[in-house]
C-alpha cells in the first residue's frame, strides 16, 4: 500500500504516472501528492509485496521506525521495506512528495543495500544513500509541476539504477511466480524451478527481497485477501478458500498478525 497518501483527505491532489518505458520493467509507478491537514489523521499501514520510497518536499511524515513497535518519528524522504506487522502512520501538516513503487529486487539495487537490513523497517533515505538525497530532493522541489517531476525522477532513478550492478535471475523468477500465484506457491516447487538449493535461494530472498520465500509468500497471500475483500463483495470465507487458506480462522489470524484486526473488520473500514 502506499504509505498515508492511500488515505488521504479528499482535499488536495494525487496525480499518479508511469515511469519512463525504459524504466518500466524496473520501476511500478509514481505517485505525486500535495495535501493539507489541520488535525493529525492516525492510521494503520498495512504490509504489501512492494518497497515504498517516498521523496518529501514540506512537513516531515510521521511513521513507525519499526514496524509495529514505538512511537511514530518525523521523517522527510524515507524508504518502507516490507513488513510484516502494520505501520503506525501520521498524517499532519502540509504534505508535498513524490512515491515510488519499487520491487524488493529494484529496491536492493537502486538503494544499494541488503534488504534483510530495511525488513519491518522506516528508514530516512539520506542514511542509505547520503548527499544524493538531498540532490533528489533539491531536484524535484525545482521541477515546476508534475509532469518535470516525473520527468525528474526518471532522470536520477534511472542514472543510480545503471551505475548499479544487477539482479539474480534465480530470485527475480522465484519472486515473479510467487507475485502471480498471490503467494500461493509450495516453496519446494519454487526451489525446483530456481536449479539451486533450498539454503542458497533462502540467502538470496533474504539479501534482494528482505525476507525467506516462506515469509514473503505469507506477505504476498495476505496483499491478495486483503485485495479481495477491500474490492469485493465476498464473504471472508470465499477468500480464504480462493487465496488458499487452510480455513477462514487460518485466514483470520493472519489478518490480525498483520493488519491487527480481523478480515470483517478490514472488509468494513472506510
Not at 47 to 74: H, T
Amino acid at each position: 500500500m502506499l504509505l498515508g497518501v492511500r488515505d488521504a483527505p479528499p482535499a488536495g491532489t494525487r496525480v499518479e504516472r508511469a515511469p519512463a518505458e525504459s524504466l518500466a520493467g524496473a520501476l511500478l509507478g509514481y505517485r505525486g501528492y500535495r495535501e493539507s491537514a489541520t488535525v493529525p489523521a492516525e492510521r494503520w499501514e498495512t504490509p504489501s509485496g512492494e518497497v515504498i520510497l517516498v521523496v518529501g518536499l514540506a512537513d516531515p511524515f510521521l511513521a513507525q521506525a519499526y514496524a509495529g513497535a514505538g512511537r511514530p518519528a518525523p521523517f522527510g524522504s524515507f524508504v518502507v521495506g516490507l513488513h510484516e506487522r502494520p505501520v503506525h502512520t501520521v498524517y499532519e501538516g502540509r504534505q508535498i512528495g513524490v512515491q515510488v513503487r519499487l520491487s524488493p529486487q529494484t529496491a536492493a539495487v537502486l538503494l544499494g543495500v541488503a534488504m534483510h537490513e530495511l525488513t519491518n523497517r522506516v528508514v530516512g533515505l539520506r542514511d542509505l544513500i547520503g548527499a544524493e538525497a538531498g540532490r533528489w530532493r533539491a531536484v524535484l522541489g525545482a521541477a515546476e509541476g508534475w509532469e518535470q517531476r516525473f520527468a525528474a525522477l526518471d532522470e536520477v532513478l534511472g542514472e543510480r539504477l545503471r551505475r548499479a550492478g544487477g539482479r539474480s535471475p534465480a530470485v527475480r523468477q522465484a519472486w515473479a511466480s510467487l507475485r502471480r500465484a498471490g503467494g500461493a506457491v509450495r516453496i519446494g516447487d519454487l526451489v525446483a524451478e530456481a536449479g539451486c538449493s533450498h539454503r542458497h535461494l533462502t540467502r538470496l530472498f533474504r539479501r534482494e527481497v528482505g525476507l525467506t520465500p516462506k515469509r514473503a509468500a505469507r506477505v504476498l497471500r495476505y496483499e491478495s485477501a486483503a485485495r479481495r475483500l477491500r474490492g469485493h463483495a465476498v464473504t471472508p470465507a470465499v477468500v480464504a478458500a480462493e487465496c488458499g487458506y487452510t480455513d477462514q480462522a487460518h485466514l483470520t489470524r493472519e489478518f490480525r498478525r498483520f493488519s491487527g484486526i480481523t478480515p470483517g473488520q478490514f472488509s468494513t473500514r472506510p
